[in-house]
């Protein structure tokens, strides 16, 4: 049966915790120091300077009411999806034979989901 551990091991294990603690909170405190320090001088370093995010912020707040860059932005990320889309479905095609591979491997009795061979639900679910 182990003995207990007696006090002084318990008040050194306590002090060791402690110092942990208050080396957490110093480096936390270091972090939000570097943080603060290089966001005054980045902010000090634009000050007065013309950025991209000066122009956006002047774009957003004028009056005009032709605001192209967002509907611009709508249709490059809905060309995007697409193609993301697409491409996905071709690389689950295309592994689909190695994963079923894989799975028979590492349990025969395993049965199948019914996805299509591009990983979408069966046609013959879509009702359920």
Same mark, same amino acid.
């Given at each position: 049966?182990?003995?207990?551990?007696?006090?002084?091991?318990?008040?050194?294990?306590?002090?060791?915790?402690?110092? =942990?603690d208050f080396?957490?909170? *110093?480096?936390? *405190?270091?972090?939000?120091?570097?943080?603060?320090?290089?966001?005054?001088?980045?902010? @000090?370093?634009?000050?007065?300077?013309?950025?991209?995010? &000066? =122009?956006?912020?002047?774009?957003?707040?004028?009056?005009?009411?032709?605001?192209?860059?967002?509907?611009?932005?709508?249709?490059? =990320?809905?060309?995007?999806? *697409?193609?993301?889309?697409?491409?996905?479905?071709?690389?689950v095609a295309?592994?689909? @034979?190695? *994963?079923?591979?894989?799975?028979?491997?590492? &349990?025969?009795?395993?049965?199948?989901?019914m996805l299509?061979?591009?990983?979408?639900?069966?046609?013959?679910?879509?009702?359920?």
């Amino acid at each position: 049966m182990p003995e207990p551990p007696s006090s002084s091991e318990g008040f050194r294990f306590l002090l060791v915790i402690k110092i =942990f603690d208050f080396l957490f909170k *110093i480096l936390k *405190i270091i972090g939000l120091w570097i943080l603060c320090r290089y966001t005054y001088f980045s902010v @000090k370093e634009l000050a007065g300077k013309t950025t991209i995010a &000066d =122009f956006l912020f002047q774009y957003f707040t004028r009056e005009s009411r032709y605001h192209w860059l967002p509907w611009v932005l709508v249709a490059l =990320f809905f060309v995007w999806a *697409i193609l993301e889309r697409s491409l996905r479905l071709k690389k689950v095609a295309s592994m689909q @034979k190695h *994963i079923l591979e894989l799975e028979k491997r590492l &349990d025969p009795n395993r049965t199948s989901s019914m996805l299509t061979h591009k990983g979408e639900t069966n046609p013959e679910d879509i009702d359920l």
